[in-house]
């Protein structure tokens, strides 16, 4: 069975793939983008500022929607009152605001790209629930916690930048024992997956591993599986690629034949176009995962 459409999370001198250093500190010019994984591009390419257009005014920066966020959290078998709870790749926060309102905890809301934590500062304002959120811009593989530090680590559509055995594996000692992870990660359903697909992601050094890989993994980084399911084609259509659809022909009319922007445009759409051709074999899941 082909699990993946990539190269495997680890290079060969055992080092994060190269979009999490693009997402992060280190700086690169005139790389593809991809806006699945990651928002990592958008963050050191010279046309920032496009990309920084089309999401920033975007509900979310990845497929996901708020049902499935509680169909999560209410698979997790015991939260205390007041969990501390971390946002890994939490964008402009639509599922920070989901669990705040889900518990009376505090939330750490941590992304690398300051304009999107301004969003959250903003609207916990409005909300009246600022006591609650903590914004903090720092690089996911660089975490400034103590060991032990929260009751849940929660990340939607972010952990592929580190890879997702990688990422769990580092992330869970932020947790405390008996603590939990919740992830949503894009997932591979059914397979063997088309050459155009796999063609398609390559070049973004994007894995895609099927949901029995990624149980392996998870018993690899040392956590029990409590829990998984997939997230419906609407988190992609309805709440992710229409809403994206909108800026995208509004920035058209807006920027003309600007080619810069028309390259970046063009490429977000071709991403909509091949999961609409090929969602049969590939879409998010969740995975509800426990610290022993
Ligand atoms: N969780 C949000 C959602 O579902 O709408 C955003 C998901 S978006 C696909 C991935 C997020 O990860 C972006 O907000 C991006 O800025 C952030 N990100 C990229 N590289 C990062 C890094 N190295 N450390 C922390 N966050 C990062």
């Given at each position: 069975m082909q699990e993946y459409l990539a190269e495997?999370?680890?290079?060969?001198?055992?080092?994060?793939?190269?979009?999490?250093?693009l997402a992060g500190r280190?700086?690169?010019?005139n790389h593809k983008t991809s806006i699945l994984f990651t928002l990592t591009v958008l963050v050191t390419?010279?046309?920032e500022d496009y990309f920084h257009q089309v999401f920033r005014s975007l509900p979310?920066?990845?497929?996901?929607?708020?049902?499935?966020?509680?169909?999560?959290?209410?698979?997790?078998?015991?939260?205390?009152?007041?969990?501390a709870i971390l946002d890994i790749g939490c964008g402009t926060g639509?599922?920070?605001?989901?669990?705040?309102?889900?518990?009376?905890?505090?939330?750490?809301?941590?992304?690398?790209?300051?304009?999107?934590?301004?969003r959250i500062t903003e609207w916990s304002k409005q909300e009246r629930i600022s006591h609650r959120i903590r914004t903090l811009q720092a690089s996911m593989d660089d975490?400034?916690?103590?060991?032990?530090?929260?009751?849940?680590?929660w990340s939607e559509g972010a952990i592929d930048i580190m890879g997702f055995e990688m990422g769990l594996s580092?992330?869970?000692?932020?947790?405390?024992?008996?603590?939990?992870?919740?992830?949503?990660?894009?997932t591979l359903f059914d397979s063997p997956a088309p050459e155009e697909l796999i063609n398609f992601w390559k070049p973004y050094g994007v894995t895609v591993f099927s949901e029995e890989e990624k149980a392996k993994q998870i018993s690899r980084a040392g956590l029990h599986l409590l829990n998984m399911f997939r997230l419906e084609e609407k988190g992609w259509l309805e709440h992710y690629y229409e809403p994206m659809q909108k800026v995208i022909e509004k920035l058209r009319k807006e920027q003309?034949?600007?080619?810069?922007?028309?390259?970046i445009l063009n490429a977000l759409e071709q991403e909509a176009v091949i999961y609409r051709k090929f969602k049969k074999f590939y879409g998010y899941a969740f995975f509800i995962m426990q610290k022993q």
């Open positions: 495997g999370d680890r290079n060969e001198a055992g080092k994060y793939p190269e979009r999490l250093s280190h700086h690169r010019q390419m010279t046309s979310r920066q990845g497929p996901g929607y708020s049902e499935a966020t509680r169909k999560a959290w209410s698979l997790i078998p015991f939260v205390p009152p007041h969990p639509t599922q920070t605001r989901d669990l705040a309102a889900l518990t009376g905890g505090t939330i750490t809301a941590l992304d690398i790209y300051e304009p999107f934590l301004e975490l400034p916690f103590d060991q032990k530090e929260f009751d849940i680590i580092l992330w869970k000692q932020y947790c405390r024992h008996g603590g939990y992870l919740v992830v949503s990660d894009m003309g034949e600007n080619p810069e922007c028309a390259g």
